[in-house]
């Protein structure tokens, strides 16, 4: 049971470029989340999901897209890059009744140039 | 709008002292309230969560709806508290989660 897992675990990008970050659940979780964590700010939510083709915003969907075409996979796109999305990436899940921990993968640390 | 407040973004205190990690959020409904850990080099993990009025590696916190705060407490630190801490919220049904800017607990000898 590996849990959560994200690829990659780093990633420099140059600004205009596209990327896409990976996440995988093993647990059949239906709800889905990234977050960014920026020094001194906490983690921010981008995107969540709470079943397959089911997506919606977080606090700051600017710049990302997401899609669910499955109950394990929920990808995070970035297009067109830019220097304010240097960050760290976390992706999580959750059962979805009431009062379930989150559990979150290790983390992409992306640097944008 | 749903907010979650950790007024402190360092916290340093010496081994066997106390500490109180403030924590107050602001929700109209019934919120679900938990702490997250992050120790150097590993995962974020739920610490404790509300409705389960545990206790963890000796932490508690309690809900105050009054206040609207959940502080974390723990009455004698040890160096391996040491960690990242978060305080979130989840609206009712618990699909959305907000959380704090965190607070850095540096536990010294």
């Known amino acids: 049971n590996a849990g959560v897992t994200q690829t990659p675990k780093f990633r420099i990008l140059k600004i205009g470029q596209s990327m896409t970050l990976q996440c995988t659940q093993d647990?059949?979780?239906?709800?889905m989340y990234w977050y960014r964590q920026d020094p001194g700010m906490g983690l921010k939510l981008i995107y969540y999901?709470?079943?397959?083709?089911?997506?919606d915003k977080g606090e700051v969907p600017n710049g990302y897209n997401v899609s669910r075409s499955t109950t394990e996979d929920f990808p995070l796109r970035l297009e067109l890059a830019a220097p304010s999305q240097t960050s760290v990436y976390f992706c999580?899940?959750?059962?979805?009744?009431?009062?379930?921990?989150?559990?979150f993968g290790p983390g992409t640390r992306l640097t944008v140039l | 709008a749903q907010r979650v407040t950790q007024p402190e973004k360092l916290l340093s205190v010496f081994k066997g002292a106390p500490v109180e990690l403030k924590c107050n959020y602001s929700?109209?409904?019934?919120?679900?309230l938990f702490w997250y850990v992050q120790y150097s080099r590993q995962r974020l993990q739920l610490l404790l969560r509300?409705?389960s009025r545990e206790s963890i590696k000796g932490f508690t916190a309690d809900l105050n709806k009054g206040e609207t705060s959940f502080h974390l407490k723990k009455p004698f630190a040890q160096e391996e508290d040491s960690a990242m801490y978060y305080c979130?919220?989840?609206?009712?049904?618990?699909?959305?989660?907000?959380f704090g800017a965190g607070t850095r607990l540096f536990v010294k000898a």
């Open positions: 999580a899940s959750k059962a979805e009744w009431d009062y379930n921990e989150q559990f």
């Open positions: 647990m059949n979780h239906n709800y």
């Open positions: 999901s709470v079943g397959a083709g089911i997506t």
């Open positions: 929700y109209s409904g019934s919120p679900e």
């Open positions: 509300h409705i």
């Open positions: 979130a919220l989840s609206n009712t049904g618990g699909f959305k989660t907000i």
